[in-house]
Nanobody
Framework: QLHLVESGGGLVQPGGSLRLSCTASGFTLEDYSIGWFRQAPGKEREGISCISSSGRTKYREDSVKGRFTITRDSAKNTVYLQMNSLNPEDTAVYYC????????????????????WGQGTQVTVSS
């Protein structure tokens, strides 16, 4: 199992921004697709963005596209999720995840592709 650690969550006012980090250890992160998921209280976990090993990105169309940006810093072995124009509906625990195989697909319409998960970081959007 690959080791991933998320950070950067916190409390932010509506309209504000946060940048989440997903740092990998023990493996070369750029060889894997990395997905960001979130789970709000009482709701199912949903995929919101991913970046493939080749750098292709995907975003959840109905909620985050245009507001969130996923990037990768290979030198730091870290994937970032820049979140702008946050609203209370973005309140959730955010997780990053990696599949079992290198060079796997970048998928956000389900989580069955992903084998390793971070511990999550809480994002709360409230005034």
């Amino acid at each position: 199992q690959l080791h991933l650690v998320e950070s950067g969550g916190g409390l932010v006012q509506p309209g504000g921004s946060l940048r989440l980090s997903c740092t990998a250890s023990g493996f070369t992160l750029e060889d894997y697709s990395i997905g960001w998921f979130r789970q709000a209280p009482g709701k199912e976990r949903e995929g919101i963005s991913c970046i493939s090993s080749s750098g292709r990105t995907k975003y959840r169309e109905d909620s985050v596209k245009g507001r969130f940006t996923i990037t990768r810093d290979s030198a730091k072995n870290t994937v970032y999720l820049q979140m702008n124009s946050l609203n209370p509906e973005d309140t959730a625990v955010y997780y990053c995840a990696a599949p079992a195989s290198r060079f796997g697909r970048c998928v956000i319409d389900g989580d069955s592709e992903y084998a390793s998960w971070g511990q999550g970081t809480q994002v709360t959007v409230s005034s």
